[in-house]
Structures are given as structure tokens and as C-alpha cells.
């Protein structure tokens, strides 16, 4: 299957590890993946901050870009939840119904990463290999928004070597919303404060979720605890194996001898 990556603003610029991984793992699996150069921001940001206008150039050239491939995937439930629920709205605020028709039919094709694996490609075993012990955090958008249900955790139960711990008040949001961070601070913090204390009472070595958004506001808030809690994008856990671990300890011991 040939398959489009919406890459989105944070895997491209913070985490393209999540972005890399998302590519490897549809690789593995038989599937040629495409990136379409003229990609940009989706405009999530400007939708949600009150500026139509900015974010109606952005959904334009998003249809634009996507419009033909038939099937299109992003590491990030955010962002599809912005493709499927903001871009017609943006479009028949502006009056362009044409351009609503067309982002409603580029929606209809584009999928979370754990959709496209379970829903499309019809697969939950992927072959991944990844000892450790860890939480899942359902990210706000991907749980309400587009509801991805248990999908990732059928993923991540398929996963050799990797002991999968149930986290406490798993539906609460982490309390990065975006700008909400920024602009309710104070809140912000307190709902971090509460799902790290949830994280740790797990013991788990990794917290694994579909946005880097979220991972980013819960790694940082645990880095400053120096917890030893590391925050891991469900593409790079999926995309692990043991030959690719093994190659990875090889490399470490080589670099050590040089």
C-alpha cells in the first residue's frame, strides 16, 4: 500500500524520532511511505487561538498536499482530530464549500498511526520487540475526539518483552491542550502534578501515548523530578525489534572501544 506521512509541526521540528519510527515500522510491514514535501502546519494553533484567516491558507494547501493519496497517516492524534473536525469548518466559515467537500474527503482517508495499523492494515502483531516495563497515556484528542479506543493498547499488548502496567486516572488529561498550557499556566501545572504522581505509582520504566505533544509536557515535568521515567512515542516502541536493539548495543560497545 502506498502511504502518505503527515508528519506534523512537532515530529518535524522536536521529534522526528516519532515521524522516523512511523516510516520504519510501514516499511517493515510491506507498505511504501511517501512525504509530501509541500506539507506545513495543519493549523490546529490558529483554530484553536482565533485566527480563521491564517489557518484557512493552511487547510487550503493541506487539501492541496493530500488530496492524491488514498491513504494518509500521522504519529499524532491531534492533528488528525484537527483534519477531520476543524478543516470543513474552516472552509464553510470562509464560504468555500468546494474546498469544505475536499478536506471532508482528504478526512475521510487520513488516520492515527494505531487506526491505520489496526483498522486498515488489519494487523495488532507487528513484530515489535521492546523489554521494558510501561504506562500508556491516552492523549485527550485521541481519546474524545477521535476515539481510538483500545487500539494502542492491543498494539502495545502484542509487543515481545514489554510488560504493559495499567496507569491510574489513565483518562485525565495531562494538561498540555496547547496553548492552554501557556495560557492557564498555573492549572496546567497542577493537572501535570497529578498525572506524573499517577505515572509513578505505576513504576514504569517508559510512558508511551500518540502525541508528542503530551509526551513532551509529561517528559519534562518528570525530567525535573529526575524520576528515571523516559517518555517514548508509541511508533518508537512499535517500530522496535530485538535485531535493531541488538545493532544498537553493538554500536554502543564498538564506539566504546574506539
Given amino acids: 500500500m502506498r502511504i502518505a506521512l503527515f508528519v506534523t509541526c512537532l515530529a518535524d521540528t522536536l521529534f522526528p524520532e516519532a515521524a522516523k519510527a512511523t516510516v520504519r515500522l510501514l516499511e517493515r510491514l510491506g507498505h ?29 494547501r493541506h487539501v492541496r498536499t493530500f488530496a492524491p493519496y488514498d491513504v494518509v497517516v500521522a504519529p499524532s492524534g491531534s492533528c488528525v482530530g484537527s483534519v477531520r473536525h476543524q478543516h470543513a469548518m474552516v472552509a464553510r466559515r470562509a464560504g468555500d464549500e468546494r474546498l469544505a467537500s475536499l478536506a471532508e474527503e482528504v478526512a475521510r482517508h487520513t488516520y492515527e498511526l494505531s487506526e491505520l495499523l489496526v483498522d486498515v492494515l488489519g494487523v495488532t502483531d507487528v513484530g515489535a520487540y521492546y523489554p521494558h516495563r510501561v504506562t ?21 499488548r502484542e509487543v515481545r518483552g514489554l510488560d504493559l502496567v495499567e496507569l491510574p486516572q489513565a483518562e485525565q488529561c495531562c494538561g498540555f491542550g496547547g496553548t492552554f498550557a501557556v495560557k492557564n499556566a498555573d492549572t496546567s501545572t497542577a493537572m ?21 505533544s503530551c509526551l513532551m509536557h509529561i517528559g519534562g515535568g518528570l525530567s525535573r523530578l529526575r524520576a528515571g521515567v523516559r517518555t517514548v512515542h508509541l511508533a518508537e516502541i512499535l517500530a522496535s525489534t530485538e535485531a535493531g536493539r541488538a545493532g544498537e548495543r553493538t554500536g554502543r560497545t564498538e564506539g566504546v572501544a574506539r
Avoid: W
Wanted: net charge positive.
Fill in 32 to 60: 511504501q511511505v511517501l512525504f509530501p514535501e509541500e506539507q506545513t502546519c495543519c493549523g490546529q494553533m490558529h483554530v484553536n487561538t482565533g485566527y480563521p484567516d491564517d489557518a484557512l491558507r493552511l487547510v487550503r
Fill in 136 to 156: 500508556y497515556h491516552p492523549t485527550c484528542h485521541s481519546l474524545r475526539m477521535i476515539r481510538v479506543g483500545d487500539r494502542p493498547l492491543r498494539l502495545l
Fill in 192 to 212: 501535570l502534578a497529578d498525572k506524573m504522581r499517577h505515572v509513578l505509582a505505576t513504576r514504569a520504566d517508559v510512558c508511551t501515548a500518540g502525541d508528542a
